[in-house]
């Protein structure tokens, strides 16, 4: 385990905000984690947990302790007639496990190619891109007790995955609710990679790609390469420009608020859903706003994705909490005077 007190986090958000911690311990495994939960500092605390700081957003100094889960490996741990199942440690990037299942042979997670964040955060809030979600990958995961230092294991459904959402980010307020958010952290995740394989290639922009190139049965390499050419298009890479991915949801509202909406605006960006309601494309809303390529203070709306908050003063200014907070109050308050819509954002605000 590695301590450090009044650390700077800003080199452990990819928004790149320079806010710091009273304490940041950093832990490579199981028995590291065990003796952070048990420091002086931290026992007594609910500490902040931190991978790759992806989807974060810090609005000030951290008064809490800070843990941030650096735990490693990958492996095969199970081969079946009907599956793959691959087991990875919290702390590993996600892009790299894609990559990896890819280059043992084992396809499966090419859509989600790409994704910044860590395998830890992957079941927090569901991460899902074109047409695929952890949910339909996932397997089990393993997490610690952070007052007791215990693991235990649970299921797809112990998990309850909704759409960018988990057990891991409801707080249980009462004895027997549910929520671990501030209870538990997650140290493993296994993945179900079903066989035979079969392509997801449903997403526009994907059908868009077998349209262009011809080729009409890609493998799961080239399904690779073309989610990372469409999100390397349209989305900032963290390292170069700061940014926590989507900044807000896709709202979801009833067929009749949308009949209102369309008949207002015929061009809405919307898709049905299974059970009747109908998701709203949030990038769309803030674009219609005029907010793409807007900048307040240091914090602006990229140019390509207005669905996308970035950090416009890089490393040596870089932009504050506050800043990026008050570009997202102004685009909410737009989109709701001219659509009525409430959009949430899906960082979680520190
Ligand atoms: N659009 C605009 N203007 C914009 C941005 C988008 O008109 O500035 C329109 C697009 O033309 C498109 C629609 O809005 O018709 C949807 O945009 P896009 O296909 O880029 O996807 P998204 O809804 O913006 C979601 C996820 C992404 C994921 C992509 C691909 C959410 C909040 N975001 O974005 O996830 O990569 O679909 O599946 O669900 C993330 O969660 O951080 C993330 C990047």
Redesign the pocket.
């Known amino acids: 385990m590695f301590f450090e007190s009044h650390a700077s986090l800003q080199a452990f958000n990819t928004f790149g905000i320079a806010a710091r911690a009273v304490a940041l311990l950093r832990v490579a495994d199981v028995v590291g984690l065990q003796a952070a939960l048990r420091h002086p500092l931290v026992s007594g605390f609910t500490p902040l947990l931190l991978g790759g700081g992806?989807?974060i957003v810090l609005t000030g100094d951290v008064k809490v302790p800070v843990i941030r889960i650096e735990i490693k490996g990958m492996q095969l741990v199970e081969e079946t007639a009907k599956a793959w199942i691959v087991e990875m440690g919290a702390g590993e990037s996600w892009h790299d496990c894609v990559r990896w299942t890819l280059d043992q042979g084992i396809p499966g997670l090419e859509?989600l190619a790409l994704?910044?964040g860590t395998v830890g955060a992957a079941p927090v809030?569901n991460?899902?891109?074109?047409?695929v979600e952890l949910q339909d990958r996932f397997e089990s995961l393993t997490a610690m007790d952070l007052h007791t230092g215990r693991s235990f294991e649970l299921d797809a459904a112990q998990c309850a995955f909704g759409?960018?959402d988990s057990i891991f980010k409801h707080v249980a307020t009462a004895p027997g609710d549910f929520g671990l958010a501030g209870r538990a952290v997650i140290t493993h995740v296994r993945l179900r990679l079903p066989k035979p394989w079969k392509p997801v290639l449903g997403?526009?922009?994907l059908e868009r790609k077998c349209q262009e190139s011809g080729v009409v049965r890609p493998d799961a390499r080239q399904i690779f390469e073309w989610v990372c050419d469409?999100?390397r298009a349209?989305?900032p890479d963290p390292r170069q420009i700061g940014n926590?991915?989507?900044?807000?949801?896709?709202p979801t509202v009833s067929a009749d608020q949308c009949a209102d909406i369309i008949a207002r605006e015929p061009n809405i960006?919307h898709y049905q859903l299974a059970d009747g309601r109908i998701k709203l494309?949030?990038?769309?809303l803030?674009?219609?706003c005029g907010w793409?390529g807007k900048t307040i203070g240091r914090a602006g709306v990229?140019e390509?994705?207005?669905?996308?908050l970035v950090n416009r003063g890089g490393v040596e200014d870089p932009v504050t909490g506050g800043e990026v907070m008050t570009l997202a109050r102004a685009i909410q308050t737009s989109v709701y005077e001219r659509f009525g819509i409430r959009l949430e954002p899906?960082p979680v605000v520190i």
Request: aromatic share 16%; hydrophobic share 40%; net charge positive.
């Open positions: 992806s989807n859509n994704i910044p809030q991460i899902g891109a074109y047409g759409y960018r997403y526009l922009d469409i999100r349209k989305l926590a991915g989507s900044f807000f949801k896709n960006v494309a949030a990038g769309w803030i674009d219609a793409k990229y390509k994705q207005a669905l996308v899906e």
